[in-house]
């Protein structure tokens, strides 16, 4: 049973950082791409950023680009999002997505930049 479970939401004032992490289990980790997705009330879920299985290359959102980092660690099955400079529009549940031939979400964890 695949599972993805995030961790490291919560409160923080703008201009602020914050680190999520996503621990999977259940599945080959290091074949699958990661990424993290959002999704604000009344919004369609959106891509964040990506990270490759193999190349480890990086994609992200024009919108976060330069203030959010996505990386993987492979022998703990674990992948973060750093996201620094925190606006109030990346206020958000953010969800831990892994990809190759299924598709898995994890629960989602809120984010919320507000002073």
């Known amino acids: 049973q695949v599972q993805l479970v995030e961790s490291g939401g919560g409160l923080v004032q703008p201009g602020g950082s914050l680190g999520l992490s996503c621990a999977a289990s259940g599945l080959t980790f290091s074949s699958y791409t990661m990424s993290w997705y959002r999704q604000a009330p009344g919004k369609e879920r959106e891509l964040v950023a990506r990270?490759?299985?193999?190349?480890?290359?990086?994609n992200y959102a024009d919108s976060v680009k330069g203030r959010f980092t996505i990386s993987r660690d492979n022998a703990k099955n674990t992948v973060y999002l750093q996201m620094n400079s925190l606006k109030p529009e990346d206020t958000a549940v953010y969800y831990c997505?892994?990809?190759?031939?299924?598709?898995?979400w994890g629960q989602g964890t809120q984010v919320t930049v507000s002073s």
């Open positions: 990270i490759f299985s193999v190349t480890g290359s990086t």
């Open positions: 997505n892994a990809a190759r031939f299924s598709v898995y």
